[in-house]
């Protein structure tokens, strides 16, 4: 019997392990394109949602805070009531400045006024809430407060490419 003898070609690689070719490179990098804009695109929606996330927060703020004026103002709640930031004056009354501070009625007043200045951000150079409006109103038949804040947002899109309506507004129910 002979031995079996294999044969070697040196250094030689057989055929299909020489390297990657243009095309195979090419659609690596289109894969890879793709990726990259799919990450890009959730990254924007996930901007977008913070910053959603956050004018809410301001709002909620916003709201709760009139509400600890009434409530800390109760014998006066009546001077709260059909309230709105529009067209307000922001100019806080001279009772606040006095070492002697405010009487309930000009409370009122006042706390309309700085309500007024945090909603639509003047003079802080930056408004709390884009386009921010508040607005009280009062129900004599159930006792209800109601306080509503709404501000500009940049329209969002749904999973089914729906504009997604109703997230800028703020709404808290309250009785004294």
């Known amino acids: 019997m002979k031995p079996v003898i294999a044969s070697f070609q040196g250094n030689r690689a057989p055929q299909r392990a020489r390297g990657f070719t243009l095309i195979e490179i090419l659609v690596t990098m289109f894969i890879l394109a793709i990726g990259l804009l799919g990450l890009a695109g959730l990254t924007t929606e996930g901007m977008?949602?913070?910053?959603?996330?956050?004018?809410?927060?301001?709002?909620?703020?916003?709201?709760?805070?009139?509400?600890?004026?009434?409530?800390?103002?109760?014998?006066?709640?009546?001077?709260?009531?059909?309230?709105?930031?529009?067209?307000?004056?922001?100019?806080?009354?001279?009772?606040?400045?006095?070492?002697?501070?405010?009487?309930?009625?000009?409370?009122?007043?006042?706390?309309?006024?700085?309500?007024t200045r945090h909603v639509q951000g003047a003079?802080?150079?930056?408004?709390?809430?884009?386009?921010?409006?508040?607005?009280?109103?009062?129900?004599?038949?159930?006792?209800?407060?109601?306080?509503?804040?709404?501000?500009?947002e940049t329209g969002r899109e749904g999973d089914a490419g729906e504009v997604v309506a109703g997230d800028n507004s703020y709404v808290v129910r309250f009785t004294l």
Request: aromatic fraction near 10%.
């Open 123 to 152: 003079g802080a150079g930056v408004a709390m809430l884009p386009g921010g409006q508040g607005r009280i109103f009062f129900d004599g038949t159930s006792s209800i407060y109601t306080i509503t804040i709404i501000w500009q």
């Open 48 to 115: 977008k949602n913070n910053q959603g996330a956050y004018l809410r927060t301001q709002a909620s703020i916003l709201a709760y805070d009139m509400v600890d004026r009434i409530r800390a103002n109760k014998n006066q709640a009546a001077g709260y009531q059909g309230f709105s930031t529009v067209n307000a004056s922001t100019a806080l009354p001279s009772c606040v400045s006095d070492a002697a501070g405010c009487t309930a009625v000009d409370r009122v007043t006042a706390d309309l006024a700085e309500w």
